[in-house]
Nanobody, 123 residues
Framework: QVQLVESGGGLVQAGDSLRLSCAASGRTFYNMGWFRQAPGKEREFVAT??????????KYADSVRGRFTISRDGAKNTVYLQMNSLKPEDTAVYYC????????????????WGQGTQVTVSS
């Protein structure tokens, strides 16, 4: 049974940092992504990572590029989202998800989702 468990969310001030983790079990994944959903808004793409033994590639939303970094630990089957210089507009529930496809930014392309972790950034 596939399971994704996010952790690391919390309440921080603008300019602070947080690192989210997404631990996967039940299968080994090679394409994972982070999305977020703020109250009253649609779920939006944040970052995605795809890897093989030969490469690791990433893609970011324009709103987070240069501030957020997605990475992975293959041995732990875990993906991370390092979030620096957080802004109030980053406040949302953050979800990790998996896909069989390379560097997907559309939520519809993802098959399994975690339960989400709340990130709140105060001004």
């Amino acid at each position: 049974q596939v399971q994704l468990v996010e952790s690391g969310g919390g309440l921080v001030q603008a300019g602070d940092s947080l690192r989210l983790s997404c631990a996967a079990s039940g299968r080994t994944f090679y394409n994972m992504g982070w999305f977020r959903q703020a109250p009253g808004k649609e779920r939006e793409f944040v970052a995605t990572i795809s890897w093989t033994y030969a490469y690791t590639n990433t893609k970011y939303a324009d709103s987070v590029r240069g501030r957020f970094t997605i990475s992975r630990d293959g041995a732990k089957n875990t993906v991370y989202l390092q979030m620096n210089s957080l802004k109030p507009e980053d406040t949302a529930v953050y979800y990790c998800a998996t896909t069989t496809r390379y560097l997907r930014t559309n939520a519809d392309d993802y098959d399994y989702w975690g339960q989400g972790t709340q990130v709140t950034v105060s001004s």
